[in-house]
T-cell receptor, first 113, second 112 residues
């Protein structure tokens, strides 16, 4: 089956710094990847759609200058949280699409202190 | 994107069959129904997908009536490891390339 990985699995950073999260499709090419954020006891909330070779499409209310997405290859998309604040602490999940299904990564736990 | 409605939570004893129903009154002709399972601090995992009637795989069955305005995920003989949140999603066949919207999901608690 298709596998999506994320790195790191958890990260702690200080307020004001930037942190990069990688999402890789390990055994298939993904022209489209999605980034979600999930707060405790809540559902997944779509942040943006990442398209290989083009700009990401952000959902309403998501700051594109704060959450930088780069989909430089067919197997890698990165999410950079810039000038992180404690309220950015959350569980970030990516998914990669193939055919009729989305395959989700294991998630990255971000804690901003 | 069709909106879905599910029960917020359900409890079940080990060994019982669990049925979780999802309402999607505004489902479009091209939409498929997909169910995902999520454990705490993990990404969602695909369970099953269907368009109409009944679909069965090694872990679950999906029942879809003729009007397709609802669907029921059936988990046979649940165990403690089935305790998780289950999400019902509705989207087009090319769902792998289109954004999907997660509802609140159903938190299933399996009791010993």
């Amino acid at each position: 089956g298709a596998v999506v990985s994320q790195h790191p699995s958890r990260v702690i950073c200080k307020s004001g710094t930037s942190v990069k999260i990688e999402c890789r499709s390990l055994d298939f090419q993904a022209t489209t990847m999605f980034w979600y954020r999930q707060f405790p006891k809540q559902s997944l909330m779509l942040m943006a759609t990442s398209n290989e070779g083009s700009k990401a499409t952000y959902e309403q209310g998501v700051e594109k200058d704060k959450f930088l997405i780069n989909h430089a290859s067919l197997t890698l998309s990165t999410l950079t949280v810039t000038s992180a604040h404690p309220e950015d602490s959350s569980f970030y999940i990516c998914s990669a699409g193939r055919d009729y299904e989305q395959y989700f990564g294991p998630g990255t736990r971000l804690t901003v202190t | 994107l069709a909106k879905t409605t599910q029960p917020i939570s359900m409890d079940s004893y080990e060994g019982q069959e669990v049925n979780i129903t999802c309402s999607h009154n505004n489902i479009a002709t091209n939409d498929y129904i997909t169910w995902y399972q999520q454990f705490p601090s993990q990404g969602p995992r695909f369970i099953i997908q269907g368009y109409k009637t009944k679909v069965t795989n090694e872990v679950a069955s999906l029942f879809i009536p003729a009007d397709r305005k609802s669907s029921t995920l059936s988990l046979p003989r649940v165990s403690l490891s089935d305790t998780a949140v289950y999400y019902c999603l509705v989207g087009a066949l090319s769902g792998g390339y289109q954004k999907v919207t997660f509802g609140i999901g159903t938190k299933l608690q399996v009791i010993p």
